[in-house]
């Protein structure tokens, strides 16, 4: 079966960091790009970043820029988010997804989702 299964979520103060993983299992790891999504209370879900985990290219939103990095560790079939800098906007449930091919900002693309972790960031 086809798993993405999210973990290193937890509090952690502002200006603080926290690293996630998301462990993929069930798939061709390497024929998929990884993105990273995120939901606030009350809020629509947001796309974060994204990984093409043949070439390694990396995408952003602009709002975690120099502050998020995404990476992929091929071999383990596993993403991470390195979050630094955190403020508490970050606060939210984050979930990786896959998605055939490349990256792509539209969440619907994503065939694949992992059940969350929470990330909550104290001010």
């Known amino acids: 079966e086809v798993q993405l299964v999210e973990s290193g979520g937890g509090l952690v103060q502002a200006g603080g960091s926290l690293r996630l993983s998301c462990a993929a299992s069930g798939f061709t790891f390497d024929d998929y790009a990884i993105g990273w999504f995120r939901q606030a209370p009350g809020k629509e879900r947001e796309g974060v970043s994204c990984v093409g985990v043949k070439d390694g290219t990396t995408y952003h939103t602009d709002s975690v820029k120099g502050r998020f990095t995404i990476s992929s560790d091929n071999a383990e079939n596993t993403v991470f988010l390195q979050m630094n800098s955190l403020k508490s906007e970050d606060t939210a449930v984050y979930y990786c997804?896959?998605?055939?091919?490349?990256?792509?900002?539209?969440?619907?693309?994503?065939?694949?989702w992992g059940r969350g972790t929470q990330v909550t960031v104290s001010s």
């Open positions: 997804a896959a998605v055939f091919g490349w990256c792509s900002w539209a969440e619907d693309e994503y065939e694949y």
